[in-house]
């Protein structure tokens, strides 16, 4: 490893039943390296390799829990060694009640991987055992039992995970358009209408153009009213996002309709889009009515 420790490692473990594989799939999401049943011994290898290779892993989460059998009990040794080369790691353990693990397993009908004649209560029990020393070590605990998957969601974010990589769990889409085509059927939560601002289509050199050609660009950022617009729009948005976020939301459809959808809606829409990336937002941008002729 190098001198300065630079990839991050979240180690997740817990009951099965409790929501490893959904924290997993959360934690890829924010652009970690995600394994699910990872034999603890491997990681020290996996690490190693990353280092070694200068592969550009910087943020690394593992399942490791009761499913590798006996080659869980190495998980001890395994972080004994990552102490040892002061390698800094954070254990997330989930579990819930019984009774929410039993109903679980009985609406999605897994095996548990202690069970083999079907006691399900014996497998929970004997894995609680197993795991006690595992959950004193852990750093943070979260028991699932109420929790809905947006709500567990939202406690893995703020628990363990920094601001820059709540931003990319959040997936923002803008997409242009015209009204004389209709609003989109995508998931639309916000509808801006920027026909107030000047059209280029009654310009006869610039009507045929789109809103990617640089002469567009440069006639609807050219009046007053547009900057102003995308000031105040940009500082709405500064402001709605982050509360979008800690309320659990995952996703945010923003439309930008002019008349045709192929002159300002384009050009707001690609400056919107600057901007957002520029905070560090996940944004994809369709152009719907671009290209359809008049």
Known sequence: MAEKQKTKIVIITGLSGAGKTAALRYFEDAGYYCIDNLPASLLINLIEFFSKKNIKIDKIAAAIDLRSGFLFDEIYKTLEILREKDIKYNILFLEASKGMLMKRFSLTRRKHPLVEDGDIIY????????????????DVIIDTTLLSPKE????????????QEKSTLFQITLVSFGYKYGIPRESIDIVMDVRFLPNPYYIDELKDLDGNHKDIINFVMSHEETKK???????????????YIEEGKSYLGI???????RHRSVVISEKLSDFLKLKNYQVKLIHKDKDKKE
Not at 124 to 135: S, V
Request: glycine share 10%.
């Open 123 to 138: 497998g929970i029990e004997k894995e609680i055992e197993k795991l006690y020393q595992l959950r004193e070590m852990s």
């Open 152 to 163: 567990l969601k939202i406690e893995i974010a703020e628990k363990l995970m920094s601001k």
């Open 229 to 243: 617009f995308l000031r105040m729009f940009e500082k709405l948005l500064d402001f709605l996002i982050p509360n």
């Open 255 to 261: 439309g930008i309709g002019c008349t045709g959808g």
